[in-house]
């Protein structure tokens, strides 16, 4: 049983490999654009292709029998049909719900023919890593909401519940939203932060224009639509957030946000 990654070296797909190896899988393949620069493990099978360029991926799907699927929302109707008609029978896919922005992900998906598990993740804890250049300057991280309340997951933990469903039947025509497991506001994330860092952090109320000017450095042309679409415009329904997902579905527990700010912490300490 052959299993694709596609997105292979990217933050995702390159962990889910480790997390199939983990879990005994002896037969995987990596999708990747430049397999000489790919560092996967001995015995992966590492293949050249991008998600952007599915006529390119016939043989990167012979004789893949499931596959890892990376949001690509632009060609996923064109994958999708390259997998299919090269035996391609199950993909476990990274997505949102329909309404969502990824959401024509599992849509795409769930009219493909292929048997599915949707990934739907809250917001990842690696995106405070936004925050790092302001961190690193000034001390400070400036957002519009400090009350604002997640239950961020590590994306180790999406990898692991990839690893799962891509390992075992028992996950088929499952949408599994996916969280962390605990619900914490933006200034919680950042007193967590300070602790790791061991330094005095301050959360500091802003405007819009303010906000967008701290996040420019680290985001570049996304800010403005970061700010307008998720910290402007993004209510999560922080009571209802699946908080036991990851443990529930792995059988191990959820990395907590205080462990990722421990473990990460030379990451928001550079310039």
Same mark, same amino acid.
């Given at each position: ?14 962990? $889910? ?29 590492? $293949? ?14 012979? =004789? ?13 109707? =064109? ?50 890593? %936004? ?75 802003? %405007? ?35 908080? %036991? ?27």
């Amino acid at each position: 049983m052959t299993i694709l990654v596609t997105g292979a070296t990217g933050n995702i797909g390159r962990m $889910v490999v480790d997390q199939l190896i983990a879990g005994g899988a002896q037969d995987i393949r990596a999708l990747t654009i430049d397999p000489a620069k790919a560092a996967l493990p001995e015995g992966v099978q590492v $293949v050249r292709g991008h998600l952007g360029r599915p006529k390119d991926l016939r043989a990167a799907f012979a =004789d893949v029998d499931r596959m890892y699927l990376a949001p690509a929302p632009d060609t996923v109707v =064109d994958v999708l049909a390259a997998a299919r008609a090269a035996g391609v029978r199950y993909v476990v896919d990274l997505s949102g719900e329909p309404e969502s922005w990824w959401g024509t992900v599992s849509s795409a998906v769930e009219a493909s023919g292929l048997a599915w598990t949707h990934l739907w993740p809250a917001d990842f804890m690696e995106n405070s890593l %936004t925050w790092a250049q302001q961190i690193a300057a000034t001390g400070t991280v400036r957002e519009p909401h400090p009350e604002t309340a997640t239950a961020p997951i590590a994306m180790v933990d999406i990898a692991a519940v990839a690893a799962s469903a891509l390992l075992t039947d028992e996950h088929r025509a499952r949408a599994y939203p996916l969280a962390g497991p605990q619900v914490l506001t933006r200034a919680d994330l950042v007193d967590h932060l300070a602790v790791a860092l061991r330094r005095d952090l301050r959360f500091v109320r802003s %405007t819009r224009a303010e906000t967008i000017a701290a996040l420019q450095p680290a985001m570049g042309a996304n800010t403005t639509w970061y700010v307008d679409n998720v910290l402007l415009d993004y209510t999560p329904p922080a009571d209802s957030l699946p908080v %036991t997902s990851v443990g529930d579905i792995t059988g191990r527990p959820a990395t907590t946000f205080a462990r990722w700010a421990h473990d990460n912490a030379g990451r928001f300490t550079v310039v």
